[in-house]
């Protein structure tokens, strides 16, 4: 293994040392005692420029970025650029924080727990969204909180009794089944 020769980003070549650890468990003070630690913390940032043949927007990605208000600015460039996630990340990061929001004092950040677990209808939800029913002071919201219980339990709950039954015979859609047990 060691001792091959790999293409590097800046258009040379890299030699692969040797590696004395691969075949058997060893301790950090075996590493630090043979210097690897030392080789891996000396070694020099890849600039970013290197992708430009690929990604020409690249050449400015070097370490000159600072986080400030208006998003990352570069300071080589004087640009600002908003890094914002796409709907997926975002849709799971709000999932996460629903048992925060579901708590929280201000009336907003409730109601976009609500929206969060009516969007993902995982659930897992179910216990955070009962723990915060009762404490509701929002009537509004309260009874949103509540239909959307009844909804989580109707599809996902513990007790059958407590679920929808799909009826086959008429084909209705789960879906349908729901949508009149929450409008009611």
């Not at 907003?108 to 659930?123: M, S, T």
């Not at 915060?132 to 009794?161: T, V």
Request: aromatic fraction near 4%; hydrophobic fraction near 40%; include cysteine.
């Amino acid at each position: 293994m060691w001792g091959q020769e790999f293409p590097n980003l800046t258009g040379g070549t890299a030699v692969t040392g040797v590696i004395h650890h691969l075949s058997k468990p060893v301790l950090i003070g075996q590493i630090r005692a043979h210097g690897q630690f030392g080789i891996i913390s000396s070694t020099d940032p890849v600039p970013g420029d290197a992708w430009a043949d690929f990604l020409p927007e690249s050449a400015v990605l070097e370490s000159n970025w600072k986080d400030l208000q208006c998003g990352m600015y570069n300071t080589q460039t004087a640009t600002c650029v908003l890094i914002k996630s796409n709907g997926g990340v975002r849709r799971v990061n709000a999932e996460s924080l629903v048992r925060i929001q579901l708590s929280d004092p201000d009336l907003a950040h409730r109601a976009a727990g609500v929206n969060a677990i009516a969007r993902g209808l995982d659930p897992s939800q179910i216990d955070p969204l009962a723990e915060s029913i009762a404490d509701e002071p929002d009537a509004a919201l309260k009874r949103r909180k509540d239909r959307l219980q009844n909804c989580l339990a109707a599809r996902f709950g513990a007790l059958e009794r407590g679920r929808v039954i799909h009826n086959a015979a008429k084909a209705e859609t789960p879906r349908g089944v729901l949508r009149r047990k929450v409008s009611v």
